[in-house]
């Protein structure tokens, strides 16, 4: 096959020259010559540089055997949406020839098992999107990148394991790691246990848990940053965020059945989206919180608007006044309740001691004046306030003349 082809194209470049048109069915890739739209039984396929690549399977099998070798040539690649919409397959095996597969499987809703080959380096974003029926996947030693949304809807997957000897990635619990565990990449979907964070786990990364079916997550202390979408689109009704998360990404709680939510004094930045499209009813944001993104509260999807998106006439924004909470919500026109705190103050008092007043002079009674706060005091100790602060005044008393009387000079 590949010498009929190679024939072809030197006889094309030797009757019309170097910049002779080939064949559609045939393309240069790099140095070698490419054929494409080839057939093997149900499977179309590509070569490069003697090496196959899957491009379609056109069959209608349940249990899918992707051969080792075509026509002699290694198969080595499993390309984009080859799979796309299968809707029969239920198993595929793959061999360890295969170093590259691309989104091949998305939205194959009868798939429930793949073996992937040692060999790989990296699983694709949408490599199995909307594999509903996806039971269990190994991730080989061999891979060194989990694009975050390459297992997304994927809520039958209740068993996720990383082999042992990967340097980039270890599993626990039906749960994948950083290898130093410092880092949570990616939760089984599938689980609906009460879900607890390591301690020494810093960061959620983005769309860890998205779409899980987890029923409850309890951050512990040493979680920092918790990434975008990463509980996107789960079942959780309330979550605790603990003050050691500095950071909620975009969209980390978007479109979560959430109706009770309590941040914690420490949290600096909630990005935009984060919990959009909630039922959450009430929310206090802490002083701490310097930084909100666009429509990170109070906001629900409505069809019926231009942008899609307004605000919920139903949520409370808490804030403390002169906050970047409280200008959110001010400036977004969401209902708010705003917490003024009382300040302490060193007092800095002025005794005033009691004054008779005269005809011509006002009078105060004993007390004493505070330059700090403005107020003024009965007692030393500054405990007891007077509210009224005209009352210390004695107005004075002003003259009393009598009745006239005329006074003649006595004669000398």
Same mark, same amino acid.
């Given at each position: &096959?590949?010498?009929?082809?190679?024939? &072809?194209?030197?006889?094309?470049?030797?009757?019309?020259?170097?910049?002779?048109?080939?064949?559609?069915?045939?393309?240069?890739?790099?140095?070698?010559?490419?054929?494409?739209?080839?057939?093997?039984?149900?499977?179309?396929?590509?070569?490069?540089?003697?090496?196959?690549?899957?491009?379609?399977?056109?069959?209608?099998?349940?249990?899918?055997?992707?051969?080792?070798?075509?026509?002699?040539?290694?198969?080595?690649?499993?390309?984009?949406?080859?799979?796309?919409?299968?809707?029969?397959?239920?198993?595929?095996?793959?061999?360890?020839?295969?170093?590259?597969?691309?989104?091949?499987?998305?939205?194959?809703? *009868?798939?429930?098992?793949?073996?992937?080959?040692?060999?790989?380096?990296?699983?694709?974003?949408?490599?199995?999107?909307?594999?509903?029926?996806?039971?269990?996947?190994?991730?080989?030693?061999?891979?060194?990148?989990?694009?975050?949304?390459?297992?997304?809807?994927?809520?039958?997957?209740?068993?996720?394991?990383?082999?042992?000897?990967?340097?980039?990635?270890?599993?626990?619990?039906?749960?994948?790691?950083?290898?130093?565990?410092?880092?949570?990449?990616?939760?089984?979907?599938?689980?609906?246990?009460?879900?607890?964070?390591? *301690?020494?786990?810093?960061?959620?990364?983005?769309?860890?848990?998205?779409?899980?079916?987890?029923?409850?997550?309890?951050?512990?202390?040493?979680?920092?940053?918790?990434?975008?979408?990463?509980?996107?689109?789960?079942?959780?009704?309330?979550? *605790?965020?603990?003050?050691?998360?500095?950071?909620?990404?975009?969209?980390?709680?978007?479109?979560?059945?959430?109706?009770?939510?309590?941040?914690?004094?420490?949290?600096?930045?909630?990005?935009?989206?984060?919990?959009?499209?909630?039922?959450?009813?009430?929310?206090?944001?802490?002083?701490?919180?310097?930084?909100?993104?666009? &429509?990170?509260?109070?906001?629900?999807?409505?069809?019926?608007?231009?942008?899609?998106?307004?605000?919920?006439?139903?949520?409370?924004?808490?804030?403390?006044?002169?906050?970047?909470?409280?200008?959110?919500? &001010?400036?977004?026109?969401?209902?708010?309740?705003?917490?003024?705190?009382?300040?302490?103050?060193?007092?800095?008092?002025?005794?005033?001691?009691?004054?008779?007043?005269?005809?011509?002079?006002?009078?105060?009674?004993?007390?004493?004046?505070?330059?700090?706060?403005?107020?003024?005091?009965?007692?030393?100790?500054?405990?007891?306030?007077?509210?009224?602060?005209?009352?210390?005044?004695?107005?004075?008393?002003?003259?009393?003349?009598?009745?006239?009387?005329?006074?003649?000079?006595?004669?000398?």
């Amino acid at each position: &096959m590949k010498k009929k082809i190679l024939s &072809m194209a030197l006889a094309l470049c030797l009757t019309f020259g170097t910049a002779a048109a080939l064949p559609e069915n045939i393309f240069t890739s790099g140095t070698g010559i490419t054929a494409s739209a080839l057939q093997y039984g149900d499977f179309t396929y590509s070569l490069s540089n003697g090496g196959v690549t899957i491009e379609k399977y056109t069959g209608s099998e349940e249990n899918v055997v992707i051969p080792k070798t075509i026509d002699g040539h290694t198969v080595t690649g499993i390309g984009t949406d080859s799979f796309y919409h299968c809707k029969t397959i239920k198993t595929v095996s793959i061999p360890d020839s295969v170093t590259y597969i691309g989104s091949a499987f998305d939205n194959c809703s *009868n798939l429930e098992s793949v073996n992937l080959p040692n060999g790989i380096k990296q699983l694709p974003g949408n490599l199995f999107y909307g594999c509903t029926a996806l039971k269990s996947i190994t991730i080989p030693a061999s891979v060194e990148r989990i694009a975050d949304n390459a297992f997304s809807y994927c809520r039958s997957l209740t068993k996720l394991n990383v082999e042992s000897g990967n340097k980039t990635y270890v599993s626990k619990g039906n749960v994948i790691y950083s290898k130093d565990m410092k880092t949570l990449i990616l939760c089984a979907q599938g689980l609906t246990n009460d879900f607890v964070v390591p *301690n020494g786990v810093k960061a959620i990364a983005d769309r860890a848990f998205f779409s899980s079916n987890i029923k409850s997550v309890t951050f512990s202390s040493t979680v920092e940053t918790i990434g975008e979408d990463a509980f996107c689109n789960t079942d959780l009704k309330s979550v *605790n965020i603990p003050g050691t998360v500095k950071t909620i990404g975009d969209s980390a709680f978007y479109l979560v059945p959430l109706t009770n939510v309590t941040l914690n004094e420490g949290t600096q930045t909630v990005c935009r989206f984060a919990f959009a499209w909630t039922y959450i009813s009430r929310i206090k944001v802490p002083k701490s919180v310097k930084k909100i993104g666009d &429509m990170a509260f109070g906001y629900t999807h409505d069809p019926n608007i231009g942008s899609g998106w307004s605000v919920d006439p139903f949520f409370t924004l808490v804030c403390y006044a002169d906050t970047s909470a409280h200008r959110y919500a &001010m400036d977004n026109k969401i209902r708010r309740e705003v917490i003024y705190e009382k300040h302490d103050v060193t007092h800095s008092t002025k005794y005033h001691e009691a004054k008779k007043a005269t005809c011509t002079e006002d009078g105060n009674n004993e007390y004493w004046s505070c330059s700090a706060c403005h107020k003024y005091y009965s007692d030393a100790l500054n405990k007891k306030e007077i509210k009224n602060q005209s009352s210390v005044i004695i107005p004075k008393t002003g003259h009393d003349w009598g009745e006239w009387q005329t006074t003649i000079e006595a004669k000398k």
